[in-house]
């Protein structure tokens, strides 16, 4: 029988109580009986995800939005009074909406589908004392499996055996070097990234061999946790799409009630049904801005391909506009803040030291000797010999190599090792050159329990080069090299020192010994070095942050975005790391362990989450906590993470962003938003090109809204004063749609205006409709109105013509609109300056000219062409006319100038 403990429990068991508790055997592993019937109970190895929603159903739903019930109950209204252009056109209006809607949704589907094929593949396994070769999916627990080099593992595993294992987890805990594996029994306390004794599902081993046992399945597991919790987690809406379903739901509250009122009083003086009708829909067609949905969807679309071409590359829609007002950026550090790359860059050698120049494993770069705090350049011809024999311990001591494709450096091998192999080319000491001269003749591996490597080389006598921990090495050596490279009485006051120096700056420390033997020596063991080693010196390392990076996080910090460091490394390179970027809150930088967050409750997490700068070694539960905790107190959190272990916390930010080349398949496919180029520095270029979706959609608002309340109004009115009504609601859905779109879609274009990274985000909590918006909207409605029936009526007195009339009103409407696109426009901003002589020249702006000569055409169409005016009851007109209707611009100039002076409505804040 099975005993089942808690699943954070087996790296504090015994191996005996492991094996006990699984019913299983150390030696042989189950019988083909009992896999049967572990089967029945426990299910195949696969993660299992609730079916998807039909796709019917998922498109029904697109339709679930107040401003679309809106349109199709005036589509119903239109199509039951038998005008059934009108009713398409409203009903078409309707669909393209929801088939946008569909189609970015169905982007995001395949996130735990991913999930499940990361853990697909085929292992090997122990059943009856027999090797087997099975899918991972046929595993159950208890299985005892057998690991190697290149494997990925399987299910969850308590380590029974190890030699020299060790196990890439970065996809799951975010450590950026493959961890050391051991057999010793750890606190039940120890997080997740610090069990030793463990090998979960997803990872990789990179170096050696082991053994473990099955003690979690499927979605027992670690990943299977994960895949829980995505399950379980609905995505949150953007700020974007939050303000529009405000903004809908008031106008439903606005419209249905003045469409009844219109309805009522026209019934009650006298008027049919039927023109009542005519007259509700009119006004509730007018009140609707039937094309802002297309130009949010196009001015989103534009905001994509510029992220696009700035290495950012978008799957939702709606998270362009919420990078623009993302108030905090919660980075994972390796590879996005950082070159993920591990490189030496110190160096303690013949007690000198030395600092190395260049980032990752390209062999260029300096050694330069540090000497009261000046450096000096070194002779790569006449290295100091303690110097030159610490970094040929480095190279030889080695099992990796560098490869070279194109201008890229990459390890074959161990990230440490590589860097080890690096900065000796640096100093010109070939890896290929020192094997020759003095190949290895035998070698002890890395293990844990030693924490030293060795190998013995051929030379004259032969000479034993080791490396590992200071610690390991400290208690082995009894002398030094001193700067002469001559043999001296070890001074470990002075190593220790030196140690704890480069520990403060968050580098990984190495140390080097090494030792002759005799020539009739041709094999080496742990008696051979446990004593009377020369201490060579120290090699101090680190994933170095990249330039761009550092210069985005303050240009972020400048825009009043904070940058939250959320990484699986140990929390002093996380501080060292955070510490050079500028990475910190106004208390410096402030660090915070996964242990720690582990004893907080609710409150604190909170107040943690808001007060910190760095978290280190979390685990993926406490990611997802931190979101929520900084999202509670009102932030709009952008996450970005590249493992499986950030799936979680990446779909419930409020934008996910995803490493393209780095990242895993389901981080991917949680994600947002995706980096090309894994670089930090492309987030800021995102969240600029947000700021400018955000600002130029201010402008379409801006500029479609007023038009909707001058008709709005006009209707309301000529139904009150028992009128004619001066514009039909066909003629308001060619003015909605077709004149709107090309006049609005050139915004949309606008390129970043000065200083946009120079405000602070918007306040997430701002309406999507500010006062000054409002005000600036009212007074251009109150304009409209009174051009459309003034022109109306003077036109009907004069010319004794209704549909001469209409157009003519509708002309002159679109007349002043031509100015007041200009006005809101950067056009319209630099025409002004240039008037004032505050620039020497105007802006350019073809694709707005585009627009408002594209305009021009329609409108002469809509009154001109014959069929036109059949469709929609219009008549063309004289060229005295058209001279008539072209008046309204002239008063329109200088308010538009006044007002842009006094109120810019779509400056950035």
Same mark, same amino acid.
């Given at each position: 029988?099975?005993?089942?403990?808690?699943?954070?429990?087996?790296?504090?068991?015994?191996?005996?109580?492991?094996?006990?508790?699984?019913?299983?055997?150390?030696?042989?592993?189950?019988?083909?009986?009992?896999?049967?019937?572990?089967?029945?109970?426990? +299910?195949?190895?696969?993660?299992?995800?609730?079916?998807?929603?039909?796709?019917?159903?998922?498109?029904?739903?697109?339709?679930?939005?107040?401003?679309?019930?809106?349109?199709?109950?005036?589509?119903?209204?239109?199509?039951?009074?038998?005008?059934?252009?009108?009713?398409?056109?409203?009903?078409?209006?309707?669909?393209?909406?929801?088939?946008?809607?569909?189609?970015?949704?169905?982007?995001?589907?395949?996130?735990?589908?991913?999930?499940?094929?990361?853990?697909?593949?085929?292992?090997?396994?122990?059943?009856?004392?027999? #090797?087997?070769?099975? #899918?991972?999916?046929?595993?159950?627990?208890?299985?005892?499996?057998?690991?190697?080099?290149?494997?990925?593992?399987?299910?969850?595993?308590?380590?029974?055996?190890?030699?020299?294992?060790?196990?890439?987890?970065?996809?799951?805990?975010?450590?950026?070097?493959?961890?050391?594996?051991?057999?010793?029994?750890?606190?039940?306390?120890?997080?997740?990234?610090?069990?030793?004794?463990?090998?979960?599902?997803?990872?990789?081993?990179?170096?050696?061999?082991?053994?473990?046992?099955?003690?979690?399945?499927?979605?027992?597991?670690?990943?299977?946790?994960?895949?829980?919790?995505?399950?379980?987690?609905?995505?949150?809406?953007?700020?974007?799409?939050?303000?529009?379903?405000?903004?809908?739901?008031?106008?439903?509250?606005?419209?249905?009630?003045?469409?009844?009122?219109?309805?009522?009083?026209?019934?009650?003086?006298?008027?049919?049904?039927?023109?009542?009708f005519e007259a509700a829909v009119a006004l509730a067609v007018s009140a609707?801005?039937? +094309?802002?949905?297309?130009?949010?969807?196009?001015?989103?679309?534009?905001?994509?391909?510029?992220?696009?071409?700035?290495?950012?590359?978008?799957?939702?829609?709606?998270?362009?506009?919420?990078?623009?007002?993302?108030?905090?950026?919660?980075?994972?550090?390796?590879?996005?803040?950082?070159?993920?790359?591990?490189?030496?860059?110190?160096?303690?050698?013949?007690?000198?030291?030395?600092?190395?120049?260049?980032?990752?494993?390209?062999?260029?770069?300096?050694?330069?000797?540090?000497?009261?705090?000046?450096?000096?350049?070194?002779?790569?011809?006449?290295?100091?010999?303690?110097?030159?024999?610490?970094?040929?311990? +480095?190279?030889?001591?080695?099992?990796?190599?560098?490869?070279?494709?194109?201008?890229?450096?990459?390890?074959?091998?161990?990230?440490?090792?590589?860097?080890?192999?690096?900065?000796?080319?640096?100093?010109?000491?070939?890896?290929?050159?020192?094997?020759?001269?003095?190949?290895?003749?035998?070698?002890?591996?890395?293990?844990?329990?030693?924490?030293?490597?060795?190998?013995?080389?051929?030379?004259?006598?032969?000479?034993?080069?080791?490396?590992?921990?200071?610690?390991?090495?400290?208690?082995?050596?009894?002398?030094?090299?001193?700067?002469?490279?001559?043999?001296?009485?070890?001074?470990?006051?002075?190593?220790?020192?030196?140690?704890?120096?480069?520990?403060?700056?968050?580098?990984?420390?190495?140390?080097?010994?090494?030792?002759?033997?005799?020539?009739?020596?041709?094999?080496?063991?742990?008696?051979?070095?446990?004593?009377?080693?020369?201490?060579?010196?120290?090699?101090?390392?680190?994933?170095? #942050?990249?330039?761009?990076?550092?210069?985005?996080?303050?240009?972020?910090?400048?825009?009043?975005?904070?940058?939250?460091?959320?990484?699986?490394?140990?929390?002093?390179?996380?501080?060292?790391?955070?510490?050079?970027?500028?990475?910190?809150?106004?208390?410096?930088?402030?660090?915070?362990?996964?242990?720690?967050?582990?004893?907080?409750?609710?409150?604190?997490?909170?107040?943690?989450?808001?007060?910190?700068?760095?978290?280190?070694?979390?685990?993926?539960?406490?990611?997802?906590?931190?979101?929520?905790?900084?999202?509670?107190?009102?932030?709009?959190?952008?996450?970005?993470?590249?493992?499986?272990?950030?799936?979680?916390?990446?779909?419930?930010?409020?934008?996910?962003?995803?490493?393209?080349?780095?990242?895993?398949?389901?981080?991917?496919?949680?994600?947002?938003?995706?980096?090309?180029?894994?670089?930090?520095?492309?987030?800021?270029?995102?969240?600029?090109?947000?700021?400018?979706?955000?600002?130029?959609?201010?402008?379409?608002?801006?500029?479609?809204?007023?038009?909707?309340?001058?008709?709005?109004?006009?209707?309301?009115?000529?139904?009150?004063?028992?009128?004619?009504?001066?514009?039909?609601?066909?003629?308001?859905?060619?003015?909605?749609?077709?004149?709107?779109?090309?006049?609005?879609?050139?915004?949309?274009?606008?390129?970043?205006?000065?200083?946009?990274?120079?405000?602070?985000?918007?306040?997430?909590?701002?309406?999507?409709?500010?006062?000054?918006?409002?005000?600036?909207?009212?007074?251009?409605?109150?304009?409209?109105?009174?051009?459309?029936?003034?022109?109306?009526?003077?036109?009907?007195?004069?010319?004794?013509?209704?549909?001469?009339?209409?157009?003519?009103?509708?002309?002159?409407?679109?007349?002043?609109?031509?100015?007041?696109?200009?006005?809101?426009?950067?056009?319209?901003?630099?025409?002004?300056?240039?008037?004032?002589?505050?620039?020497?020249?105007?802006?350019?702006?073809?694709?707005?000219?585009?627009?408002?000569?594209?305009?021009?055409?329609?409108?002469?169409?809509?009154?001109?062409?014959?069929?036109?005016?059949?469709?929609?009851?219009?008549?063309?007109?004289?060229w005295n006319q058209w001279v008539i209707c072209l008046l309204p611009m002239?008063?329109?100039?200088?308010?538009?100038?006044?007002?842009?002076?006094?109120?810019?409505?779509?400056?950035?804040?």
């Amino acid at each position: 029988m099975i005993v089942q403990f808690h699943s954070r429990s087996y790296h504090a068991l015994t191996d005996h109580e492991i094996v006990k508790s699984l019913g299983s055997s150390a030696e042989s592993g189950l019988t083909p009986e009992e896999v049967a019937r572990r089967y029945e109970q426990h +299910g195949w190895n696969e993660l299992q995800f609730k079916p998807a929603k039909p796709a019917w159903l998922r498109f029904l739903v697109q339709f679930h939005q107040p401003l679309l019930y809106i349109l199709l109950l005036a589509g119903a209204v239109k199509a039951f009074l038998g005008s059934w252009t009108n009713a398409w056109v409203i009903w078409g209006v309707t669909l393209i909406n929801a088939i946008i809607g569909y189609v970015q949704e169905a982007k995001a589907e395949g996130a735990i589908a991913s999930l499940a094929k990361a853990v697909t593949t085929e292992t090997t396994v122990l059943r009856e004392g027999q #090797p087997l070769r099975i #899918p991972s999916r046929d595993l159950v627990p208890g299985d005892l499996v057998v690991l190697t080099s290149g494997d990925k593992v399987p299910a969850d595993l308590r380590l029974l055996r190890v030699r020299t294992l060790q196990i890439d987890e970065s996809a799951l805990t975010g450590e950026s070097v493959p961890v050391e594996k051991s057999v010793q029994v750890l606190p039940e306390d120890t997080p997740l990234a610090e069990r030793r004794n463990m090998a979960y599902a997803g990872s990789f081993v990179t170096f050696g061999q082991g053994q473990g046992i099955v003690v979690a399945t499927a979605n027992a597991t670690e990943m299977g946790q994960i895949s829980r919790s995505m399950e379980n987690r609905v995505s949150l809406t953007t700020p974007l799409t939050r303000k529009f379903e405000q903004f809908s739901r008031t106008l439903l509250y606005i419209i249905l009630p003045l469409a009844t009122f219109t309805f009522a009083v026209g019934l009650g003086q006298g008027g049919s049904w039927i023109d009542m009708f005519e007259a509700a829909v009119a006004l509730a067609v007018s009140a609707i801005p039937e +094309g802002l949905p297309a130009v949010v969807t196009i001015t989103l679309a534009i905001g994509v391909n510029r992220m696009a071409n700035r290495n950012a590359i978008i799957r939702k829609l709606p998270a362009v506009e919420a990078l623009g007002s993302a108030t905090v950026i919660c980075s994972d550090k390796t590879g996005t803040l950082t070159e993920n790359q591990m490189t030496v860059q110190a160096i303690h050698a013949g007690g000198q030291p030395y600092r190395v120049s260049g980032g990752g494993y390209s062999p260029k770069g300096d050694i330069t000797q540090v000497s009261n705090g000046k450096e000096i350049g070194l002779d790569a011809a006449e290295l100091p010999p303690a110097l030159a024999q610490c970094l040929t311990a +480095g190279v030889l001591c080695n099992d990796s190599q560098l490869k070279q494709t194109g201008t890229d450096w990459t390890v074959v091998g161990d990230p440490t090792e590589g860097a080890l192999i690096a900065v000796a080319e640096k100093a010109g000491l070939s890896q290929a050159g020192l094997s020759t001269d003095t190949p290895r003749m035998d070698a002890i591996p890395f293990e844990s329990e030693y924490q030293y490597m060795a190998t013995l080389h051929e030379a004259q006598p032969h000479i034993i080069y080791v490396k590992g921990s200071v610690e390991a090495l400290l208690r082995r050596c009894t002398q030094m090299l001193d700067a002469q490279g001559q043999a001296i009485a070890l001074n470990s006051t002075l190593i220790k020192q030196e140690v704890d120096d480069m520990a403060g700056q968050g580098l990984r420390v190495l140390a080097f010994a090494q030792k002759t033997v005799s020539i009739q020596q041709h094999a080496i063991d742990h008696e051979d070095i446990a004593t009377d080693l020369v201490f060579l010196g120290l090699q101090g390392m680190i994933d170095p #942050p990249r330039p761009e990076a550092i210069a985005a996080v303050h240009a972020c910090q400048s825009a009043g975005i904070q940058v939250k460091m959320i990484t699986g490394d140990h929390i002093a390179t996380a501080r060292a790391i955070a510490q050079r970027m500028g990475i910190q809150t106004s208390s410096g930088v402030v660090a915070f362990a996964g242990q720690q967050l582990a004893q907080m409750n609710e409150l604190e997490i909170h107040n943690a989450a808001v007060e910190g700068s760095v978290f280190a070694r979390v685990a993926p539960a406490q990611k997802l906590q931190l979101v929520e905790a900084l999202q509670a107190r009102g932030n709009i959190v952008a996450m970005t993470g590249d493992g499986v272990n950030d799936a979680p916390a990446l779909k419930q930010a409020d934008i996910g962003i995803a490493m393209g080349k780095g990242g895993t398949e389901v981080a991917r496919e949680s994600a947002d938003m995706l980096l090309t180029d894994d670089n930090f520095a492309s987030i800021k270029a995102a969240v600029e090109e947000g700021r400018t979706v955000y600002q130029n959609l201010r402008k379409a608002i801006a500029f479609l809204l007023p038009v909707n309340g001058g008709e709005s109004i006009t209707i309301l009115i000529s139904v009150l004063l028992a009128r004619e009504l001066p514009i039909l609601s066909l003629q308001v859905l060619w003015l909605n749609m077709i004149n709107s779109i090309t006049m609005t879609v050139p915004l949309a274009f606008e390129p970043r205006s000065q200083g946009l990274m120079q405000h602070p985000p918007r306040n997430p909590n701002e309406p999507l409709l500010t006062q000054k918006l409002l005000r600036r909207i009212v007074a251009v409605s109150s304009f409209n109105w009174v051009l459309i029936f003034g022109m109306f009526e003077w036109a009907q007195s004069t010319t004794g013509n209704i549909a001469v009339a209409r157009t003519m009103a509708i002309q002159s409407l679109v007349a002043a609109r031509i100015i007041y696109l200009i006005s809101i426009s950067q056009l319209g901003t630099s025409l002004i300056a240039y008037v004032r002589r505050q620039t020497p020249s105007i802006t350019t702006a073809p694709i707005l000219m585009v627009g408002i000569v594209a305009a021009v055409v329609l409108q002469v169409v809509f009154s001109q062409w014959q069929v036109m005016n059949t469709l929609f009851e219009t008549a063309p007109l004289t060229w005295n006319q058209w001279v008539i209707c072209l008046l309204p611009m002239v008063p329109m100039v200088p308010w538009a100038m006044f007002a842009n002076a006094i109120d810019p409505p779509c400056r950035q804040r």
